[in-house]
């Protein structure tokens, strides 16, 4: 929730999925809120209109009383994405949801994989899974105890890494 940050996450996952087609992009809410917000505009200033739309744990009890919030319509092919994915509940929830109202998920992505049985879940069940970072890329292994203050040092370094080259890339240098 920062605009650095909403801007790094959102080109990463822009260079993943830029060449494929779909018709709109989501995820559950709230974490995929905000990257959804930001990929939307990476794509407007790439002149792409694209819609956005989030997945409720469950509907509000007011309003529209929707799960999927957004121009969802059958035949929709969309991408999912996520800020994590541990056991891939949450994702599998709004696969459902997406299913309920006629759409296609062509692609899954999350920012941080951590290796959890959730990955294997979607990808056995036939969708294509990907992620931008995952434990492995920090040095880390799934199922052990870590302090905050060196999975953060980690990340830190392997982020500004990631950054360092992507504002090359998008510098042109």
Known sequence: LSPEGSRLAATLIYEKIK????????????????????????????????????VRRKPNDFGLRKKVEGPIKNGKRVILID???????????????????????????NLLDFCKSGHNKLK?????VDYIFNLKDFGLEANEL????KIKKLIEIKIANRKESLLRKLNGV
């Open 146 to 149: 870590y302090s905050y203050k």
């Open 83 to 109: 800020d994590a994915l541990n056991f891939g509940v949450g994702m599998s929830d709004a696969i459902e949801a997406l299913k309920q109202e006629g759409c296609r998920i062509i692609k899954i992505i």
């Open 19 to 54: 060449g494929l087609e779909f018709d709109m992009i989501g995820g559950p809410s709230i974490a995929a809120e905000p990257l959804v917000a930001s990929l939307i505009m990476r794509f407007y200033e790439e002149y792409k209109n694209l819609q956005g739309f989030i």
């Open 124 to 128: 056995e069940s036939g969708y294509d």
